[in-house]
Each structure stands twice: as C-alpha cells, then as structure tokens.
C-alpha cells in the first residue's frame, strides 16, 4: 500500500506531510548542523515519524552544493540557525499538506524553491536532511525497511556493499605530515558480519603496533576513527597496514585502498607529497607513484588521485590501471550528474564516491547512481568527516545496489552506527 509514493500512481489512499521541523544539534566534530523531523499521515490513519540529519565535509569539492552557514559569532561562525529557519519558515509551509505521486516530487519542490544551482539560497544542509527524513517518514508508514524503500525508487535490486575502513589517517582528517588522506582496508568475504570482525582485528592490531613502533600518541585517531600516527609517507604507512594483516592472519582476505584527496596537497601545479628524497611532483610522477604503488601492494581503490579539475590525469590513470585498480571520483564529481557526465565521457574514473549531502538531496543522489550503474561504473556510498549518529547511508548502499561503502574506522558512535544498521540488516535481508 502507498506504493505510488515511492514512484507508482496514486491508488485512492494518499500520504501527505503533516509537519516539518528542524532544529539544531552538534555532529562528531562538536560542529553545528541541522536535524529535521518529518511527519507523514496517510488517509487510513498510518502515519510515521522520520529523523534525519545532515553530515559536514572537511574535505570538500568546489562545485559542491552549499552548506549554509551563520557565519556569525556564536559557535564560531559554523552555526546553522538560519538553515533551520529556512526550512521552518519556508520549506515546511511549501511542502506541509501536500500529496505527490513520488518522494522525488517533493525533492523537486524544494530544488524549485531554493531557484539555485547549488542550494545556496536554502541551503544543500536545509535540504537534504528534509530529502532524507521524508524516505524515512514513509518506510514507517508503509511497514517497509528503509532500504526497500529506497530500492523501490531508484528501481534496483537490493545487494549488500562492501565495507571500505579508513584505518589511518592523513590530509586534512589528521592534521600531521602524512599528505593522502585515508589508507583503507577491503575485506574481500560475502559475509558482512564477519567482514567487519576481521576489519575490527586488524584495526586493533594496527593501534598496538604503532603505539609500539611510534610512541602511544600514535593510536590517537583523526575524524573518521583512524589513527594518526607521526607517518611521513604513503609506503610507510601501507607497511604498518600490511603488516598488521599478517599478524592477524588474513593477508589473503583482505584488500587495501586510498583516498589520496589529492586537491588538498595541490598546490601552483605541484603535489606536495613525499615520494622518495622528493616533497613535491607533478601530475605524471605522481601517476607513476600510484602505478608503483598497485604494483607493490594489494591495492583495489584509488580516490581522487589528482587536482578536482584535471579530468585528463584522471583518464590516464583510469586508462593504465583502470582494468585493475578501482578510480574513483569525489571532489572531481561532486555525486553532481551533470558533471558525472563529463567524467563519463572523458573515461575518467570508472567509480563514484556517492554523498548525497553533497548533492543535496537523495533524488540526485540516485540519479548519479543509476548513470553510473548504466556506464558500467561501481557506486561507493560515502559518509563525510564530520557525521552523526544517523545510518540513512547504510539503508541507501543496500537499497540503491551499491557495491561498496566508505563510512570510516570500526570506532567511534558515528561510524558505528553505521556498521550497526548493516549487521541488523544483514540479519534479515536474504541476498
């Protein structure tokens, strides 16, 4: 029942938003950011309450869509009151007593109102936390999981990711000298249960081994639950992982990627990036460094290998060790399917890091993800440095058909929370 919310034609039942209400509350880094409460009742009485609230990148895009900020003294600047007032005072009253045919309409609404190409007048945070809250409003009132509903509208199957772990970290998510960002490991098994328990080995592991090697403020962690320890360079790090996986026992089940987040170490065409008795390279040696790396190590991922804007070094990339090697694109991208295109007709990544925030609502999201799954590239759902404690990502990898997600460390409530809702889902989703 209620199908024709979730994209199927009205069938004399309706469901329509009774209330839409946002407030402010803090994410993981004690930062500011917008909850929202979306009430839906349908003529029958059923009704359900969604909950949803909007991550905060530190990393971030250029053409990303805008998070709207107070910039004003409290809280530093980052509060969000008037992304709150925005949807209390102009998106509710738009949406609050409406009926549409599907949850995309709704999203439309609200891009229609904000009249920009980059939510900036209401806010990417004002909208997405509404895009999201509403999907979750309507699996409550339909009896549904979240993730069929969402599977039910992008029109996918629903299969099971694979988890990507941000292990340690560097770049802007740690603050040290380390230049890539996010050192990963990819358990290869079907099983995300035990995927998880080999991943939360290896991760304590690690933490004891560097303590050991680098001193005990080396299990301090960065902002996705990685640990930061004082590594100068990317082999040296990918050392430590490895040999953490031996100890373990799992060199065989077990892969590893990288964010490189190569936009943050670029600087006047030139990569500040250790590599030998060298601190900066241009594009074509650091390609090589990342063939050298493939070469070496076990590794499946290479995210945002280059400067956001230099479309043609990541088609070389892709073009050398694209058959092997997972090229995936975030700040070159931006999940913005306008520009999905262009990467797709450039050849330029064969994978896309999906964050619907940074879109600005779960419709795009979606649309980004069906492009992708018809050229023939892998999605990988993404959280964002600065999360809370809402799983929507997790329902959205199973329920859009991701093949991975990226949602940090195997510590910290955020994170967790995530790898949480996919044990419980796992239990009852026979795929």
Known sequence: MFKWFVGYKKTG???????????????SRGNPTIEVDVSLKAQNSKSGVGRASAPSGASTGMLEAVELRDNE??????????????????????????????????????????????????????IVSVSMAIRKAVAIAEGKKLYEVLSEESSSKPSFPTPMLNIINGGKHAGGTLSIQEFMII???????????????????????????????SKNVGDEGGYAPKINTTNEAFDAIIGAIEEAGYLKEVALGIDAAASSFYKNGEYKIKIGNKTGVDAKELLEFY??????????????????????????LTKKIGNKIQIVG?????????????????????????????????????????????????????????????????????????????????ARGERTAKYNQLLRIEEGLNI
Request: glycine share 8%; proline share 3%; hydrophobic share 35%.
């Open 13 to 27: 039942d309706f469901l329509r938003i009774e209330y839409i209400h946002a407030r402010e509350i803090l994410d």
């Open 187 to 217: 358990p290869k098994l079907k099983d995300f249960r035990k995927n998880l328990q080999i991943s939360s080995e290896i991760y304590h592991i690690l933490g004891e081994m560097l303590a050991k090697r680098y001193g005990v403020s």
């Open 291 to 316: 063939v050298e790396l493939a070469g070496k190590y076990p590794l499946i991922s290479i995210e945002d290998p280059f400067y956001e804007k230099d479309f043609e070094s990541f088609s070389e």
């Open 73 to 126: 003294k409290r809280y530093l600047g980052k509060g969000v009151l008037n992304a709150v007032k925005n949807v209390n005072e102009k998106i509710a009253p738009k949406l609050e007593k409406r009926e549409f045919d599907s949850a995309k309409e709704y999203d439309d609404e609200m891009i229609e109102l904000d009249g920009t190409v980059n939510k900036s007048k209401l806010g990417a945070n004002a």
């Open 330 to 410: 975030d700040d070159l991208l931006v999940t913005n399917p306008k520009i999905i295109q262009m990467g797709i007709e450039k050849k330029s990544c064969n994978a896309l890091l999906l964050k619907v925030n940074q879109i600005g609502s779960v419709s795009e999201g979606i649309i980004a993800s069906k492009m992708c799954k018809k050229a023939g590239w892998k999605t990988v759902v993404s959280h964002r440095s600065g999360e809370t404690e809402d799983s929507f990502i997790a329902d959205l990898a199973v329920g859009i058909g991701a093949e991975y997600i990226k949602t940090g460390a195997p």
